[in-house]
């Protein structure tokens, strides 16, 4: 598959018109460097050859930050070298980078738009705008670009339409891992009948993925649409529903999918607040039995002075087709904790709890997996300039595919220096 484009340079000309005669920004600039030393006990997440090994990382990282009347631009670039003490035939440099900006072209309409880019071996990487892939295993490199345009238009003072389009590119140096590209144009429109009291929600997208070897080329067609009530300014009921058009290029079988959901949104205060929402989904296939399935979603969030705690829950089914395994049709259901404390005016520390199970059903495909994840970490502020952080997370996946299985410990301690207030000029 080709290369990764140079989208950023691209992207860049689209929004040239921010600087114009008499043009006035504010320019924030933060160098930082980090150091850490990460160990694993399961290098490549393999249960039948663990291998243990010691990673030091150098990240220096650049973030700028431009701001107009009318627009901004935010840039980061993060190069790192990883070097491995076991298995030093996997040293890379990585690189990761943002470019993000937007502008308001009038009182109605405004333009954006993200481009980020990823280059690593950690096969969990964790990117802005780039979720992990819990499928993938080695350590060979690869690379992750994700371009975003957007534009919202406000034409009235109780709707507003919008439209956006995005391209993704996986590139993998490793030739036993497909490469794909997708497509994903979508647009939506809002609307208050009743202002700020009942509105309509309609929302539209088409998505296409080309992979470089023998998956067939998908095609997804998805719109869904949704009642508002808004109650009072804490509380908000909203009824949606929404369908999904799966093909293919070839044999593999052609199926839709409907959901239906009802839920609500209560915001007591700036420190309590609590979501829900339950409902179900039928995948029906051309032929065959289908999949009929729980959706929902929970989420309950407190926070102190010095505290915040966040419930979650979330149920329903994803294309797993689009990760770096193409496994199937995914059905899916997982909880999760988060507790932050702050110790003192100094210390910080984090702890996280995660259950999930994936069940892949159609095809043939007969698999489950369930992964448990623990995580405890800490923060320190030496001093205004230089901050330690120290981590341990502990990984279980079980599958009925025993080949899938992996345990793994893994403890990280970071040291990062950074100007204790970002660079600024004014032009």
């Given at each position: 598959m080709k290369s990764i484009p140079t989208v950023s340079l691209f992207l860049v000309s689209l929004f040239q018109f921010i600087t114009f005669p008499g043009f006035s920004a504010t320019v924030d600039f933060d160098p930082s460097l980090a150091i850490s030393e990460t160990y694993t006990d399961n290098l490549e997440l393999d249960q039948t050859n663990p291998m243990e090994d010691w990673i030091t990382l150098i990240s220096p990282t650049f973030t700028a930050h431009?701001?107009?009347?009318?627009?901004?631009?935010?840039?980061?670039?993060?190069?790192?070298?990883?070097?491995?003490?076991?298995?030093?035939?996997?040293?890379?440099?990585?690189?990761?980078?943002?470019?993000?900006?937007?502008?308001?072209?009038?009182?109605?309409?405004?333009?954006?738009?993200?481009n980020t880019f990823s280059r690593t071996e950690e096969p969990r990487a964790k990117e802005e705008d780039i979720e992990p892939d819990e499928t993938r295993r080695g350590r060979e490199p690869f690379n992750t670009n994700i371009a975003k345009l957007a534009a919202a238009y406000q034409f009235s003072k109780y709707g507003g339409l919008t439209a956006g389009y995005a391209h993704t590119i996986l590139d993998n140096e490793d030739p036993e891992q497909e490469d794909r590209q997708s497509h994903n144009p979508s647009t939506g429109l809002v609307y208050w009948a009743a202002p700020n009291k009942m509105g309509i929600r309609l929302q539209f997208s088409y998505l296409r993925t080309e992979f470089s070897d023998d998956s067939e080329t998908l095609n997804q067609r998805s719109g869904s649409m949704a009642l508002i009530l808004r109650i009072s300014e804490h509380l908000e009921y909203l009824f949606q529903y929404g369908r999904v058009y799966t093909r293919f290029s070839g044999d593999t079988e052609n199926y839709e999918v409907d959901e239906f959901m009802a839920g609500v949104d209560w915001k007591e205060s700036r420190t309590i607040q609590v979501k829900a929402g339950f409902g179900f989904f039928q995948q029906t296939p051309e032929s065959g039995e289908g999949v009929t399935g729980l959706m929902a979603n929970l989420m309950f969030d407190k926070s102190g002075k010095h505290w915040q705690a966040r419930i979650s829950g979330d149920a329903g089914y994803t294309h797993s087709y689009l990760e770096s395994e193409n496994a199937a049709f995914d059905w899916f259901h997982e909880t999760g904790c988060y507790l932050q404390l702050e110790l003192s005016r100094r210390w910080e520390s984090r702890f996280e709890a995660k259950y999930r199970q994936d069940i892949y059903e159609p095809e043939g495909v007969n698999r489950k997996d369930r992964l448990f994840q623990l995580y405890a970490g800490a923060n320190y502020q030496v001093k205004e300039w230089l901050e330690m952080e120290c981590g341990y997370e502990h990984r279980i996946l079980n599958s009925n595919e025993d080949e899938n299985d992996y345990t793994e410990n893994r403890g990280e301690v970071k040291f990062s220096v950074y100007p204790s207030d970002p660079l600024r000029w004014f032009w």
């Open positions: 431009l701001e107009t009347e009318t627009g901004e631009l935010n840039f980061a670039l993060k190069p790192e070298y990883s070097i491995y003490a076991a298995y030093p035939e996997y040293n890379t440099l990585r690189l990761s980078s943002s470019l993000s900006g937007g502008k308001k072209m009038s009182k109605r309409m405004e333009l954006s738009f993200q």
